[in-house]
């Protein structure tokens, strides 16, 4: 284990010389070849760093958002049956929109409410990113809490448990495990998408922050090979980083999150008058058991302690805290007060914006419904309008084709992590390649289309592997880390053949989690058409017929806000036709005949 240690923390520390080493070269300047100085362009230590420190500072602010917004959606959606009939159809429309779907509005809203100030920029930035990484972790609450098994519903149903201590003695700990797994996906989509959410493009209108994404997409762009490199080392750098100090001591601490039934429940004798809130507690900690199994190498054991004194101090504060808060919540005139207050907050915020911006809200739709009439005056969008169905058709016929070739590799893999827990030392590889934007892929496929029959038709299809591949395999592998060790044990019991286990055991254990992948790897699908359908490289540009460059072309070359409404409307239409048809009922099947409370 410290060999391994050893041999990690050396190659971070060979890259980090490498990217300082190839820096102050370029920001000196010293090389006698003027032309390689051109072509590299120029970019000092202090400027990278500041770029890095801006990228990593709005990664983590759009996910700690997303935490929250999920934890509370997510159950929500998966406790209320009205609730899900309405958050779910909207989620399965945002998941699949592209990100520049979401231009107008954080133009409109974010960057025209302050006025084109650095400020709005940075939220529009921040709300772009935001929408790149929360609707995986909605279906990973959503798909959790469906997923708790029943008895410990009635438990505390019978408890008469209020919100507050389902959600953090039942709820949050039965979402924990996928949650944290989905993050990690989340956190590379977050990466994947950062160039698009750094240069915010719309017609003749380009706003840019420093951060590597912007970086990187100005470098591929003007052909400037070495400053490109460098950036994406430097991101290669922080995400494997980040993953050794920030996501290997969650995925340990969401390991202790299983599903694993004890034989006995202490409980006090002889005495009439039970705790309800110390006897539900007492029963979710022994059915939700705090163990590790199969936790990552290297820095688990380190992790293990920060966890405990981190649990600590919780600890501590729940015994000021939380006893007085559960007794306020136990009264139900309270619980009525306290919803009636948040929802007259967030009406009054909403009456209060209509107010004091309703001249620009007036003046933006009187504008789009000008656009609206205008769309067909203008050839060009009348041609896009015109293309758009067999666009459509073809950029199916390419998801389709990058969803097969997802599975042909995606399922071994997954089963031989299952079979062989060793193999998972490679899982860091995975979360780095998922986190490279597709922009670094660029100069990739510009040597090879060329040389490809059909131009960037088959680049294309790799390219929108890139964007969907991963949500599948993530969750897969969540799928079977939530495999109960009670199942495990049985199969080892009864000496079941790796044959067996695969059949009776694992592929119905992740059938649930392979749904849900599917249905965020189409919708990362449909959002990555618009870099693997219109790739600009150095003074080329290349492009195929897809709804995907139809975005590109509506949003980059004329700006028409209203022709970028009607194609991300058709491909909402047909996304959402297909989920209703299709996935929603698939995933409703499989959870109501494989999900652990079944």
Known sequence: MGKKKTIFILIIITVAVLVITLTIFISRGTTSNTTLIRNIGSISFTDLLLDSISSIYRMFLALAVSFIVAIIVGITAARKPLASRIIIPIVDILQSVPILGFFPAAIAFFITLFSGSPIGVELAALFLIFTSMVWNMIFAVYQSVLSIPPELMETSN????????????????ASIPKLIYNSILSWASGWYFLTAAEIISLGSNTFTLPGLGSLLSKSVASGQYVQAFIAIVVLIL???????????????????????????????????????????????????????????????????????????????????????????????????????????????????????????????????????????????????????????????????????????????????????????????????????????????????????????????????????????????????????????ETARAFRADKGQYTRRVLFPAIYPSFITGSITGWGGGWNSLIVAEFLVFGNKTYSVLGLGSLLDKAAYSLGNTVLLFLIVGVMVAVIVTVNRLVWRPLFRKVVRKYSMSS
Not at 158 to 173: I, V
Not at 400 to 426: D, M, Q
């Open 158 to 173: 019978a408890c008469r448990a209020n919100p507050l201590l389902r959600f953090r003695r039942l709820y949050l700990p």
């Open 238 to 488: 922080i995400i494997m980083l980040t993953d050794f100090f920030f996501w290997r001591p969650l995925e340990s601490y969401s390991n202790r999150f299983r599903y694993d039934y004890s034989t006995s429940i202490s409980s006090p004798q002889h005495d009439s008058n039970i705790n309800i809130t110390r006897l539900l507690r007492r029963v979710t900690f022994h059915s939700v058991q705090l163990r590790i199994i199969n936790p990552r190498p290297l820095i688990h054991i380190r992790s293990n302690l920060l966890i405990r004194i981190l649990g600590k101090l919780v600890s501590a504060f729940e015994l000021r805290i939380f006893p007085s808060l559960h007794h306020w919540f136990d009264n139900k005139r309270n619980l009525r007060l306290f919803v009636f207050m948040t929802l007259s907050v967030l009406t009054m915020s909403a009456i209060l914006v209509i107010v004091l911006e309703g001249g620009l809200i007036y003046r933006s739709l009187s504008a789009l419904s000008n656009m609206y009439f205008s769309l067909y005056k203008d050839p060009r969008s009348t041609k896009i309008v015109s293309q758009i169905p067999l666009a459509l058709l073809l950029s199916y016929i390419r998801l389709t084709s990058a969803y097969l070739i997802t599975l042909a590799w995606t399922i071994p893999v997954a089963i031989k992590i299952a079979h062989s827990p060793n193999f998972e030392r490679i899982m860091p590889l995975f979360q780095t390649f998922a986190a490279i934007p597709a922009t670094a892929f660029f100069p990739f496929m510009a040597i090879l289309i060329p040389y490809i029959p059909g131009g960037l038709e088959f680049p294309s299809i790799l390219l929108i592997l890139t964007g969907m591949q991963w949500y599948i395999l993530f969750n897969l592998i969540g799928g079977i880390r939530s495999i109960s060790g009670d199942i495990e």
